[in-house]
Structures are given as C-alpha cells and as structure tokens.
Nanobody, 123 residues
Framework: QVQLVESGGGLVQAGVSLRLSCAASGRSFSSYTMGWFRQAPGKEREFVAAISWSGGYRYYADSVKGRFTISRDNAKNTVYLQINSLKPEDTAVYYC????????????????WGQGTQVTVSS
C-alpha cells in the first residue's frame, strides 16, 4: 500500500515556475514508477510525465517537453514536477500516481493515486 500526497499548486501568473511535490508513505516507494497526470475542467485525465524507479528513465507528454521536468528522491520518498513558463492551458488538477506496471503513459497501469493539487494559471 502506498499513500500519496501532492503539494505545491496554487494560483499563479503566466510565465512563472512552480514545483509540485508528491510525498509517498508506505512500503517500497523506490520500487515504483511514478507518474504525474493532470485533469483540466471538462477534460479527461491525461499523462504528463513519468520516471522509472531508479530515475534512469523519464517520459514526457509531447505537450510539456522542454518545460516540465520530473525527478525523484528515493531517500525522501518524494517525486517532483518542475513546471517552467506556465501557460493558462496548464490549468488543471495535477495528480501523482505510483505504478508497478510497464506502461508509464497508461492511466490503467497506476495502482495508487493522490488527491491532486490545483494549478491555476492566469493570463
């Protein structure tokens, strides 16, 4: 069992940066692929980024490549999402999730989810 708690969201202006954090509790955090997803109002939840258990592999949605960076600190049981040059279209609830599966982009591969943190970007 893994519990996930996201933090770091807020109301910001376009162009600034944010770092989201996801703190995990429970067993074997370092065994999990960790992912970030987001869900905008009226839209389906979508993949944003994922990182392998060791941090050696990172995956990004095309829409965020170059602006988003995922990282993890297994000693702190925490995964991060650095978001630069925020845009109004980044407005969404951001969720972190943990997976033992093999498809880092697939929502269905994730076993545990946090409650989400709201990011609102004003123009």
């Amino acid at each position: 069992q893994v519990q996930l708690v996201e933090s770091g969201g807020g109301l910001v202006q376009a162009g600034v940066s944010l770092r989201l954090s996801c703190a995990a509790s429970g067993r074997s955090f370092s065994s999990y692929t960790m992912g970030w997803f987001r869900q905008a109002p009226g839209k389906e939840r979508e993949f944003v980024a994922a990182i392998s258990w060791s941090g050696g592999y990172r995956y990004y949605a095309d829409s965020v490549k170059g602006r988003f960076t995922i990282s993890r600190d297994n000693a702190k049981n925490t995964v991060y999402l650095q978001i630069n040059s925020l845009k109004p279209e980044d407005t969404a609830v951001y969720y972190c999730a943990a997976s033992l599966g093999v498809g880092p982009h697939q929502i269905s591969e994730y076993d545990y989810w946090g409650q989400g943190t709201q990011v609102t970007v004003s123009s």
